[in-house]
């Protein structure tokens, strides 16, 4: 049985890191989504957590767990038993960042694999920072994010507004 990992800020989660867990959740036979925490997010690691999971619950994806970890994400693939690390790449900044982790990662963990996943085209222009950067401006994310997020991020920045 494989076990992948799919670590990030999800800050928030973006319909761009669903259509990734869902294209891992079908060739994985488990995939772990952990929520890394870190002190610069807008959303804290039980909210960004709680948006994975319903987002998850959403798409029926019933091989996939979420959970959240501080630390090296290597380690915490081995308290997973992940032996496989998936990440999303959108353009060729992605892939020099997530390169240079990879090589890190597998020096760290040899025995852990990287597997990279290409976004599908619809997604290629969205991130977590673009959408918390429109929603700051006012903006309706909602085509771009899970239901609930848009709420989540017009709620934040009307409390930040105050």
């Known amino acids: 049985m494989t076990i992948a990992m799919y670590p990030g800020r999800f800050d928030p989660v973006t319909n761009g890191h669903m259509d990734i867990v869902g294209r ?3 060739i994985y036979d488990s995939v772990v989504v952990s929520v890394v925490h870190s002190g610069s997010t807008l959303f804290s690691t039980e909210e960004r957590v709680r948006f994975v999971k319903d987002a998850v619950a959403g798409a029926g994806l019933k091989n996939v767990q979420v959970t959240s970890h501080a630390g090296l994400t290597v380690d915490a693939a081995h308290q997973h038993g992940a032996t496989v690390l998936v990440r999303g790449l959108r353009a060729i900044t992605d892939f020099t960042v997530e390169f240079d982790m990879a090589l890190m990662n597998r020096n ?3 025995e852990i694999e990287s597997a990279f996943l290409m976004t599908a085209v619809e997604y290629l222009y969205i991130s ?3 959408m918390r950067e429109l929603a700051s401006l006012g903006r309706d994310v909602s085509d771009f994010v899970p239901p ?3 709420e989540a991020l017009r709620a ?3 409390t930040r507004a105050d």
């Open 24 to 26: 891992a959740a079908s």
């Open 108 to 110: 760290m963990a040899p």
């Open 128 to 130: 977590a920072s673009r």
């Open 148 to 150: 609930g997020v848009n």
């Open 156 to 158: 934040k920045f009307a």
